[in-house]
C-alpha cells in the first residue's frame, strides 16, 4: 500500500464548478500536510499547507483535513481553464520527510 | 521569498559526459535541499537528500557514484550525472527546504530537462 494515495483522474469539472481533490494516507504520525500544483513540463508550486483538522481557506482555494480518517482534500471553487494541472498531496511525517502522491490530473472545461 | 533557481534549465549532451545541475536558494538558507526526477507522466521520485556540509543519503536504488551530489553552502547543492546515458533522459527538480520554517513544505526549483542523446 502506497503511502499517500490519490486518484490519477483525469478529474473533468466544467468551468465555474467546484473541483474536489482527495488524498489519504496511511502514517497516523503525520503532522503537515501540502498540495502542490504542477503544470505540464513545470516544477512543483505550493498551494496550500494544512496542519490542524478542519477546514482552511485561502482564494478560492480551501484545503480540509481530517486526521481520524487519515485523508486531507483541497476543493478549488469557481474553477477556470488555468486551474488545469495535476494536483500533488504530500504529507509530512515524523521523520520531517515529505511524500508525495502520485497526483491527480484535474481538467476544468469551458 | 522562498525562490529557488536552478541553472541549465535544459541540457542537451552526449552519450558518456558529465553534466552540473545547481540549485540555489535565493532568498533563504537552506539546511536541506532534495532532487527529484521525473519521467514523462509519471510522478516524482526523490532520488536523494542533502544537508549542508555532509553527505547526501540517497534512494534505494539511486547509484551515489553516478548522481554526485554536494552540498557545500546553505544555499547552494550540485548534481552532477556521471557517464550519462540516454535512459538518464529525465526532468531533474530540486527542492530546499527552509531553515527558519520549521519544516513547512519545501520550495522547488524550475527544474533541468536533461536529454541525453
Known amino acids: 500500500q502506497k503511502e499517500v494515495e490519490q486518484n490519477s483522474g483525469p478529474l473533468s469539472v466544467p468551468e465555474g464548478a467546484i473541483a474536489s481533490l482527495n488524498c489519504t494516507y496511511s502514517?497516523?504520525?503525520?503532522?503537515?500536510f501540502f498540495w502542490y500544483r504542477q503544470y505540464s513540463g513545470k516544477s512543483p508550486e505550493l498551494i496550500m499547507f494544512?496542519?490542524?483538522?478542519g477546514d482552511k481557506e485561502d482564494g478560492r482555494f480551501t484545503a480540509q483535513l481530517n486526521k481520524a480518517s487519515q485523508y486531507v482534500s483541497l476543493l478549488i471553487r469557481d474553477s477556470q481553464p488555468s486551474d488545469s494541472a495535476t494536483y500533488l498531496c504530500?504529507?509530512?511525517?515524523?521523520?520531517?520527510?515529505?511524500?508525495f502522491g502520485g497526483g491527480t490530473r484535474l481538467m476544468v472545461k469551458p | 521569498g522562498a525562490v529557488v533557481s536552478q541553472h541549465p534549465s535544459w541540457v542537451i549532451c552526449k552519450s558518456g559526459t558529465s553534466v552540473k545541475i545547481e540549485c540555489r536558494s535565493l532568498?533563504?538558507?537552506?539546511?536541506?535541499m532534495f532532487w527529484y526526477r521525473q519521467f514523462p507522466k509519471q510522478s516524482l521520485m526523490l532520488m536523494a537528500t542533502?544537508?549542508?556540509?555532509?553527505?547526501?543519503?540517497?534512494e534505494q536504488g539511486v547509484e551515489k557514484d553516478k548522481f554526485l551530489i554536494n552540498h557545500a553552502s546553505l544555499t547552494l547543492s550540485t548534481l552532477t550525472v556521471t557517464s550519462a546515458h540516454p535512459e538518464d533522459s529525465s526532468f531533474y527538480i530540486c527542492?530546499?527546504?527552509?531553515?527558519?520554517?520549521?519544516?513547512?513544505?519545501?520550495?522547488f526549483g524550475p527544474g533541468t530537462r536533461l536529454t541525453v542523446t
Open positions: 527542492s530546499a527546504r527552509d531553515r527558519t520554517s520549521g519544516g513547512a513544505g519545501q520550495y
Open positions: 502514517d497516523r504520525g503525520s503532522q503537515s
Open positions: 494544512i496542519y490542524s483538522n
Open positions: 504530500a504529507v509530512n511525517n515524523a521523520g520531517n520527510m515529505l511524500t
Open positions: 532568498d533563504f538558507q537552506a539546511t536541506t
Open positions: 542533502s544537508n549542508e556540509g555532509s553527505k547526501a543519503t540517497y
